[in-house]
Structure formats: structure tokens, C-alpha cells
């Protein structure tokens, strides 16, 4: 964990973001600042704008993506779609709701429902029409501006704590990708891929993917 703080500290001096405006939380007058959100919630939600729970707290989410954060996204996801055909697994892009399961509680009761860029699930028993309910194998966030913050920290913890096997934080701007593998229940840095490297995929072997196939056409 120490590793992502310093990492968070250095991508925000690089994107030059002061501090007291990374973070997305909805200041809304209806919004109760002291109450703990859940998934039974955000169904009722009426707001304009798409927003995620993360430990019970309500963020609004990015303006719609940048174009280089599109192509980016489109880029992975071809990848992986092309080798997962005619199998198990599946992967999405955002927007899906994934709500995270708690131990013993009902899924409404879930405090942490999430937007990944892209995610594959491999257990189809939790992918539902209206949403993912459980853990997906992989993530993939793009890092957009401000939400460094909720990708490199918020969701970085999120994700490790429900058990999310494998983490890629894109760096669309820097073109550079930070891996992590998920051991024992903490996450261990693989290592920070770029230029000429193919990264592989740690949670479907066979599977790799080079950063000039991730920044085609960025």
C-alpha cells in the first residue's frame, strides 16, 4: 500500500491536480454526508449524472470518457474479447454495474457498487442482466484526469479487499501500465510496463498484451 500512495502522490504533481479537487464525492443538498450507502440505494438514485458507491460514499463519475481514453478501452477489449471467444469467461466495458459482495449480507445491502473501465468475469453464475454480482477476475481502470485519486487508491483498496485477482491502472497520458497480482489477500506489484513490453495476463494464461496494442491509434 505504501508503494500506491507514493505512486498517487507522484501522478498527481505530474497531472499537476491540487489535492482538494481529486475527489468526486457528490455534494448534492439531498445527499446525507453521514449515511452509509448501499446497493438498495443506488437503485433509487434519480441523479443525472452516473455514480458509484465506494465504502458507502457516493462519487459522480467522470464527464463522458476523452477520446484517447475510448480508444484506449476499445483497444484492451477487442484484445481480450478476441481470445476469450468460445470461452467461459466474459469480459465488459463500462458503463456495468458491479456490486461487491459483503460476507453474510444480502446484496442490497452492499456498500461498494463500481463502474470498471473494463472487467472480465469467469464465474457466470454472477452476471446477471442488470448487473455483476460478485468479484471479477480482472480489472482494468484509465486513469481520467481527476479520478487518479479513485483509481489508484479508493478502488485500489476496494478491489484487494473483495479479492479481485489481477489490477492494471492504465496511465493513458504517461503510456505507461502498473500491474498487480493479488496474493494472500494483499496485492504485489508485477511491475510498471511500457514502451516495447507485452504485458501478460496473470488470470488467463495465454493471454498477453503489448502496450503498442493498448495505445493503437492514441
Known amino acids: 500500500m505504501r508503494y500506491i500512495c507514493i505512486l498517487y502522490h507522484y501522478i498527481m504533481k505530474t497531472y499537476k491536480i491540487e489535492e482538494q479537487n481529486t475527489s468526486n464525492e457528490l455534494k448534492e443538498p439531498s445527499i ?14 434519480e441523479f ?13 463519475m467522470s464527464p463522458a470518457p476523452r477520446v484517447k481514453h475510448q480508444s484506449i478501452s476499445m483497444n484492451i477489449g477487442v484484445k481480450i474479447h478476441n481470445t476469450l471467444k468460445g470461452q467461459t469467461c466474459k469480459v465488459f466495458n463500462s458503463p456495468i454495474d458491479v456490486v461487491l459482495p459483503i460476507a453474510n449480507k444480502k446484496r442490497n445491502k452492499s456498500t461498494t457498487v463500481v463502474q470498471p ?6 464465474d457466470p453464475k454472477i452476471i446477471e442482466e442488470t448487473a455483476v454480482f460478485g468479484v471479477p477476475d480482472f480489472v482494468i481502470e484509465i486513469i481520467a484526469g481527476k479520478d487518479v485519486k479513485r483509481d489508484t487508491k479508493d478502488k485500489y483498496s476496494v478491489y484487494e479487499e473483495a479479492g479481485v485477482g489481477e489490477y492494471w491502472i492504465v496511465f493513458g497520458e504517461m503510456r505507461f501500465v502498473e500491474v498487480f497480482i493479488l496474493e494472500e489477500g494483499k496485492y504485489q506489484r508485477l511491475n510498471a510496463f511500457s514502451e516495447d513490453d507485452v504485458i501478460p495476463v496473470k488470470t488467463l494464461p495465454g493471454l498477453s498484451i503489448s ?5 493503437e491509434g492514441v
Open 211 to 215: 502496450i503498442e496494442d493498448i495505445f
Open 48 to 60: 443525472e449524472e452516473m455514480v458509484e458507491i465506494i465504502r458507502g460514499k457516493l462519487f459522480r
Open 117 to 122: 473501465d473494463i472487467c472480465v468475469i469467469c
Open 32 to 45: 446525507d454526508y453521514d449515511r452509509i450507502y448501499t446497493y438498495a440505494d443506488y437503485l433509487q438514485f
